[in-house]
């Protein structure tokens, strides 16, 4: 294998862990609340150093120290701001096991030792840090040193002084919008980023984008960037998810037949858009008809596809290409895993819990109505009604012939196994269960935890003395 090849390999493998790594910090930021702009930044300067490298660029020295003065600041700050560099060397680790478990249905850990699992992993986290540090700053410092010695730096078409200005105006563009989505919202904080970087090659390179990207980086950010919106659109589980399930596979392929330098004929955008809403109709099917769709949708995605590796003489390409617009994307537009939960079809959106920030969905199969999530069935689909008893709180009533229980849709449990008759509230978080036994009454906890050894909800005979 020649250098060049090894640096192309190395590239792709840097863009690949630095988009992971973007994703699982931004899934867990979204989760806990406004998104930092600031640990979001370091695996996107991360992405323009590897591009600067590859080009062998003296540029590079920009995202270095920049990387560098951030990376200090992370891991040396003071116990107040010690969770930054948790957030960003070793949270991710946690979320990938997470997700991954969940998505093969397979626990790591039970739950109520989840807790134990990061206060452990945050007073030891130092092993992380220096992972982190030496693939974040230690590697492309070396490369850049290896490439000063060795004479194989290009220079680039600024001077000492617009390179520190650059330096500058990148982390006024971060600082300041992370400030904006701190005030304002997610959104302002974003396009505030978006502009500043726009009007970067304009202050600097007199407008010649060309100069600050090229065309496979152009390509690669705006494949990241078709990603971003793929996430943030389906964290909901809305039905806004459609257009980017139709129309994305559809420009993800015209954008790598752009980089290719081939000119795709028009059916064959039709057939990826075709298959692409075959795909997200499957979702409101059951059984062998969800299986037929899919199938049918991969199919048709393949002609298109294998026309490009033949013309192109890229087969190892046109096999990346089939799997990224044939499932990645699908499956990252509509939000969760269609090939689960075979036997019951999506119905809509469960948003009456408060605390569900990334949805539920509610689903229907042959014997009623269940909830499922993105990887998994968290209720049976079995009960002909539904109702969250407070939004605050995850229990829902599930209603089956005139019968109710009480079920908690984070612990996937029910509360009791018994049906009653009536379940009607009596006082604060206390509600009377109504059965032909006679009657009994449920205390929903205060403050609930989902890392709870045992249910944190009770049933009691007799109503708590403080409500009498």
Same mark, same amino acid.
């Given at each position: 294998m020649n250098k060049p090849h090894l640096s192309?390999?190395?590239?792709?493998?840097?863009?690949?862990?630095?988009?992971?790594?973007?994703?699982?910090?931004? +899934?867990d930021n979204v989760q806990s609340g406004v998104p930092s702009l600031f640990i979001l930044s370091f695996p996107l300067l991360r992405i323009w150093l590897g591009f600067i490298l590859y080009r062998k660029s003296n540029l590079a020295s920009v995202p270095i120290v920049l990387l560098g003065l $951030?990376?200090?600041?992370?891991?040396?700050?003071? +116990?107040?701001?010690? =969770?930054?560099?948790?957030?960003?060397?070793t949270m991710p680790w946690v979320t990938l096991l997470m997700k991954t478990s969940a998505l093969f249905d397979v626990r790591f850990i039970e739950a109520c030792d989840f807790q134990n699992l990061l206060w452990e992993l945050y007073n030891n986290s130092l092993i992380f840090i220096i992972i982190g540090?030496?693939?974040l700053i230690g590697i492309p410092l070396a490369v850049y040193v290896y490439r000063i010695y060795k004479k194989q730096l290009r220079p680039s078409r600024i001077g000492i002084w617009k390179s520190i200005g650059l330096h500058a105006y990148i982390l006024a563009a971060i600082l300041c919008a992370a400030i904006v989505m701190k005030i304002s919202s997610i959104g302002t904080g974003v396009l505030s980023f978006a502009v500043m970087t726009l009007l970067a090659p304009a202050i600097f390179y007199r407008g010649r984008y060309n100069s600050l990207l090229r065309r496979h980086e152009i390509a690669v950010l705006l494949v990241f960037a078709m990603f971003a919106v793929c996430y943030v659109c389906s964290l909901g589980l809305e039905e806004k998810t459609v257009i980017c399930t139709c129309m994305f596979p559809a420009a993800f392929y015209f954008l790598v037949n752009w980089y290719m330098h081939r000119k795709a004929v028009a059916n064959e955008y039709v057939m990826i858009i075709v298959a692409s809403v075959i795909f997200w109709f499957a979702q409101y099917t059951t059984g062998m008809i969800r299986i037929a769709l899919l199938i049918f949708s991969f199919?048709?995605?393949?002609?298109?596809t294998v026309r490009f590796a033949d013309t192109t003489g890229k087969r190892m390409a046109?096999?990346?290409?089939?799997? $990224?617009?044939?499932?990645?994307?699908p499956v990252m537009a509509i939000g969760y895993n269609p090939f689960s939960v075979l036997e019951a079809r999506r119905v809509g959106h469960f948003d009456s819990y408060s605390w569900a920030k990334n949805g539920l969905l509610a689903v229907k199969g042959e014997n009623g109505y269940g909830l499922r999530d993105r990887y998994q069935m968290i209720l049976p689909a079995e009960y002909q009604y539904i109702e969250i008893m407070l939004p605050s709180k995850p229990y829902c009533m599930v209603t089956k012939e005139g019968k109710h229980r009480i079920y908690d849709i984070?612990?996937? =449990?029910?509360?009791?196994? =018994?049906?009653?008759?009536?379940?009607?509230?009596?006082?604060?978080?206390i509600y009377c269960l109504k059965s032909d036994k006679g009657e009994k009454y449920l205390v929903l906890p205060m403050y609930y935890s989902h890392y709870s050894e045992e249910q944190p909800a009770t049933i009691s005979n007799e109503l708590p003395a403080k409500e009498k």
């Open positions: 192309k390999y190395m590239l792709v493998a840097d863009i690949i862990i630095c988009t992971i790594m973007f994703f699982l910090i931004l +899934h $951030m990376t200090i600041f992370a891991v040396s700050a003071t +116990h107040s701001y010690r =969770e930054i560099a948790f957030s960003l060397f540090c030496i693939w199919a048709l995605i393949m002609i298109p046109g096999a990346g290409l089939y799997a $990224m617009i044939a499932l990645l994307i984070e612990r996937h =449990e029910l509360v009791s196994e =018994e049906w009653f008759n009536d379940i009607v509230p009596c006082g604060n978080n």
